[in-house]
Each structure stands twice: as structure tokens, then as C-alpha cells.
């Protein structure tokens, strides 16, 4: 049997609910993931798909996560990278970030995250308190993730364009309506971002924003199309989002999904959305 390919994932998450509860897990659609989801869950999955690094990525705005998170990295031969979340709007962040750096783990936090989905002020990015606590993301040599609905997408374009030295990377694609089977505005929004040059895609989250009982690779294709004509396999990497993908595809199935999508592209064009890309963006070692 041949091996897979190589693979970065560039996003899946964990969690120990005897740790820290997840209250974002309610409701009966999300109860598949109020258990505990470990990297020794993980591992054997990924590295059957021949995932031999990712990122590991916050889940919830509260500031022990992120030392927990380095500290799994750093007894981990599997995550490269950690994407935390420490206050934007705290006038110590550059401190902050400089004590993270110093914990076991430190040197594999690689960027910050914040859950402005959840922010109903649709231009919170653009707040002066944020964006100077984006210049010191920038200043402290990382990248920003951006976990944004689409109406909230020309707000991070804003916010790009004001701070050119810090990249941003789009999680799961702006979560466009795919469950709809629309693109429009999302598409138009998506190339407003995409067309400033410190920006990049994460191809993942696509099957959990479809009906994910009902859901093919043609049915994410228009939406990974879009994504790819507007960043280009240099500025598009692969993401699993587990175990949230969980909710309508196994690990197997998203990494397939993606080769699927990716399938009209050369050689040196996939391994950049599946490894390059992600390894240069988040500089992982």
C-alpha cells in the first residue's frame, strides 16, 4: 500500500472537560463532542493520513488554556504549533506574550486567536484598543488567526490593511453559508480579504458548515474553488478542525475531502495547501 502523502494539519483542537469545561458545546447538535478529546485520540488518525504535524488551536477565551496548550506541545512529537488566546485589549500584552514564550511549550506559540464570531459589534477589529493589541501580535513575531462569520469579513480586510506587518490567517474559510448553497456576499467579502498580501485561508470547517448529514465533495467544491482562485496554493493550507469535523465527517474523511478538492492542482501546489504553507506562515520547526 502506498503512504499518504505529507501532511500539516493546520487546525484541530482537544480538550479535558474534568480540566475546563467547553461551554460553547449545548444543544442536541453539539452533544457528539461534550467528552474529552485528546492528542492520543488524535494521533493514530493523523498519522495514518500521513499528518506528521499541526496546530494546535484555543477553543475558549480564558487565559490558563494557553499554558496548557504549550505544555501538551511540548511533550508532544505531533504538534509543531500552538494558536493561543491571550487579551487583545490588555495594555500588558506584550508582556503577557513574552512570559507565554518562557513556559514549557513557549517556543511553539506561533499565534493568538480571539473568538470575534461571538463579538456582536461586527467592527470590533477595528477598535483602537484591539488593533493595538494586533500591533503587538506583529511586534511579538506571530501571526493573528481570524475566527470570523462572513458579515464580519470586510471589518478584517480593514483591519489587514491597517497593520500590513501582521499576517492573518482566515479559520475555516469565513465559514461561508454552504448549508444554503449560496456564495454571494461571502465570495465578493472573501476576495476583499484575500487581495491584501498579508493574508491566508485555512481550507477547513467546510463539512460542519454544510448539512453534515448531507453533504459531498461537490457540495464544498464551489466554496474550495473560491477560497483557491482567490489565495492561491501559497496562501492555503489544510486544516482538519477536529473533533468539531466529527459532527459530519471522520479525520479519513476530511483529509480525503481535501485531496479531493485539491485534485486539479500540480504536485508542488498541493504540497504547499497540505504542508508548505503552513510550515512558512507559522514558521513551525
Known amino acids: 500500500m502506498t503512504a499518504p502523502p505529507r501532511a500539516v494539519d493546520a487546525h484541530h483542537h482537544v480538550?479535558?472537560?474534568?480540566?475546563?469545561?467547553?461551554d460553547w458545546i449545548t444543544g442536541e447538535a453539539l452533544a457528539p463532542l461534550r467528552r474529552d478529546f485528546t492528542l492520543a485520540d488524535l494521533e493514530p488518525e493523523a498519522r495514518a493520513n500521513g499528518v506528521d504535524a499541526t496546530v494546535l488551536v484555543q477553543t475558549v477565551t480564558v487565559a490558563e488554556e494557553t499554558p496548557e496548550l504549550l505544555a501538551l506541545a511540548a511533550g508532544s512529537d505531533l504538534v509543531a504549533g500552538v494558536v493561543g488566546w491571550s487579551d487583545l485589549t490588555a495594555p500588558g500584552l506584550a508582556d503577557t506574550l513574552a512570559a507565554l514564550r518562557e513556559l514549557p511549550g513557549g517556543d511553539r506559540l506561533v499565534g493568538l486567536r480571539h473568538q470575534v464570531q461571538g463579538e456582536s459589534d461586527p467592527q470590533w477589529?477595528?477598535?483602537?484598543?484591539?488593533?493595538r493589541g494586533l500591533a503587538a501580535v506583529a511586534d511579538a513575531g506571530l501571526v493573528y488567526d481570524l475566527v470570523v462569520?462572513?458579515?464580519?469579513?470586510?471589518?478584517?480586510?480593514?483591519?489587514?490593511?491597517?497593520?500590513p506587518g501582521l499576517t492573518f490567517v482566515l479559520d475555516h474559510a469565513g465559514k461561508p453559508p454552504v448549508a444554503s448553497g449560496t456564495t454571494r456576499p461571502w465570495a465578493d467579502d472573501l476576495r476583499g480579504l484575500a487581495a491584501l498580501p498579508n493574508t491566508v485561508c485555512k481550507?477547513?470547517?467546510?463539512?460542519?458548515?454544510?448539512?453534515?448529514?448531507?453533504?459531498?465533495?461537490?457540495?464544498?467544491?464551489?466554496y474550495a474553488d473560491t477560497v483557491l482562485d482567490a489565495f492561491g496554493p501559497g496562501r492555503l493550507m489544510f486544516g482538519s478542525d477536529w473533533p468539531v469535523c466529527r459532527l459530519a465527517a471522520t479525520y479519513t474523511q476530511v483529509v480525503d475531502t481535501a485531496r479531493t478538492l485539491t485534485d486539479g492542482l500540480s504536485d508542488t501546489e498541493r504540497e504547499a495547501v497540505f504542508a508548505t504553507t503552513a510550515e512558512r506562515v507559522y514558521v513551525l520547526r
Open 15 to 22: 480538550w479535558d472537560l474534568a480540566v475546563r469545561d467547553q
Open 125 to 131: 477589529l477595528l477598535r483602537d484598543d484591539v488593533l
Open 149 to 163: 462569520l462572513p458579515h464580519q469579513l470586510p471589518a478584517a480586510a480593514r483591519a489587514a490593511a491597517r497593520l
Open 203 to 222: 481550507l477547513s470547517g467546510l463539512v460542519t458548515e454544510a448539512d453534515v448529514h448531507r453533504w459531498t465533495a461537490d457540495t464544498l467544491r464551489p
